[in-house]
């Protein structure tokens, strides 16, 4: 029996030439629709397979994203969830790409500066853990939490 020869693997780069905002990229995640998205330290990169999509904070912009230094990403229905380097929850809309950030600075007794990790347990409580006060902090969002914003979304 002869052993097979491996096929090479031939790995594709992509980097900021290709459109990519920035090269350090904290999280990456692929939402249900097969777009990629990227976390940067320059916002939140969307990619469709061709091309690069780049989205960063505006201060003029109420539905721009907090800041552009995003940390995780998370998927619920329609909308992204983003931590970011800062206080804030983000909710993205992936259709209309309007974002909804959320403070937390006034949700949680201390101070952070920013979102590390995020995740959603089997029962829909979203955790998050904090870089400055080894914290972790649970939320639950309310009932039809999700449809005040698909309200505000429609095309």
């Known amino acids: 029996m002869q052993a097979q020869t491996p096929t090479p693997i031939l790995p594709e780069t992509l980097n900021i030439e290709d459109g990519l905002s920035q090269g350090f990229i904290p999280v990456i995640h692929q939402d249900r629709e097969g777009f990629l998205w990227f976390g940067t330290k320059n916002g ?92 972790v902090i649970r939320l639950s969002f309310p009932d039809r939490f999700w449809e005040r914003f698909l309200k505000d979304t429609t095309l």
């Open 44 to 135: 939140l990169n969307r990619y469709d397979g061709r091309e690069f999509k780049v989205f960063t904070h505006d201060p003029d912009n109420p539905y721009s994203i907090s800041n552009d230094w995003k940390q995780t990403i998370d998927e619920q229905g329609e909308f992204l969830i983003i931590g970011a380097h800062d206080q804030f929850l983000n909710l993205f809309h992936k259709k209309t790409q309007q974002c909804y950030p959320i403070s937390l600075r006034d949700k949680v007794a201390s101070a952070f500066s920013r979102v590390e990790v995020l995740f959603e347990d089997t029962l829909g409580n979203y955790w998050l853990n904090t870089r400055d006060q080894n914290q």
